[in-house]
């Protein structure tokens, strides 16, 4: 029986360092990423790419943090969050956007009000 995606509510994906994968993920519960991706990434909730992620691709998704790299096509619903140590070039479509000073923030922007 599958589950609804109210059960997955609090239930985080985890990808730690040193894992490096090339295919593409799909998920409805949050997702946490620290190693390698090369592929895409389509999510229905939050993504954190944490400080040492690196991630060559596209990611789709509602919400998400980044702190490492990414050189992709990024398309966010609601808000993207770039913290000091990321550095992110592509092409960025998003709700809300937030960048602490320090980011290296090397990409195309559109902003899209709902």
Do not use: H, W
């Not at 609601?78 to 000091?84: D, P, Q, V």
Request: with cysteine; hydrophobic share 35%; charged share 30%.
């Amino acid at each position: 029986m599958p589950k609804s995606d109210y059960d997955l509510l609090g239930k985080t994906n985890r990808i730690v360092e040193q894992t490096s994968i090339t295919g593409n993920i799909i998920c409805t519960a949050d997702l946490r990423l620290d190693g390698e991706l090369i592929g895409d990434i389509t999510c229905k909730g939050k993504i954190v790419l944490g400080p040492k992620s690196k991630v060559e691709g596209n990611i789709t998704c509602k919400n998400i943090d980044i702190e490492g790299k990414f050189n992709g096509k990024l398309v966010v619903e609601e808000l993207l969050g770039i913290k000091k140590t990321a550095k992110i070039s592509g092409e960025v479509t998003v709700g809300k956007l937030a960048i602490e000073p320090g980011a290296i923030f090397e990409a195309s922007c559109e902003m899209k009000s709902k």
